[in-house]
């Protein structure tokens, strides 16, 4: 048996060594560009969000927003409702008796004549006053009420005529006649009073402190 040699026994290595090619460089670093245009974005957001749940406060308006909050008309102090004017109080109750009170008191010297009926005998008394105060001649009764309106109502009332344009009611208030004659502040007076119609009736009220009511 030959002797062999020993280098000649294992036949020399063949183990293959990798190298890298240039398009597997290229896909390598494709790669892991995209995996960083990947990540960046997630940590960014990540970022966000943990501002958000740390209560970090909200960004400040912006200038649009500040224009159109401007904008918003507001209510002016001088627009609210004015406060509501009270009504002037009415001139009391007693404006009016005080004017009468401020009337001008009369001197007079009157007789005046009452009839009830057309066959009656007049009943005739004396009305004197002085300065609107009955006076010492007087005998009607009621004579300071008497004075009082004959103040009111002055020579004037007693020398007008009746006015024939005007209408009266037809009614009758009863058969009484009365005559009042004499001088009111320096004016001859005769006038004359019965109760045949609405005009009549009023004319006679109006001196009912001197004539009395009607049918008494």
Known sequence: M???DPGTMCPPSTVPTTVPTAAATARTRRRRSGFAALVLPLAALSLTLSACASGEPAAEPTDQETTVQSATPQPSPSSAPASPTPPPASAPASASA???ASAPASNALLTIS????AAAEP???VLEC???APGPATTLPGADAACA???ELGAQFFTARPNKDVICTQQYGGPQTASITGEIDG??????????DGCEISRWNSVRDILGAPGT
């Not at 009452?114 to 009926?117: A, L, P």
């Open 2 to 4: 030959s002797s062999t």
């Open 98 to 100: 005080s004017a009468s």
């Open 114 to 117: 009452i009839k009830q009926d």
């Open 123 to 125: 009943a005739q008394y």
């Open 130 to 132: 002085i300065d609107g």
């Open 149 to 151: 309106r004959l103040s």
């Open 187 to 196: 004016t001859s007076v005769l006038a004359a009073f019965a109760l045949t």
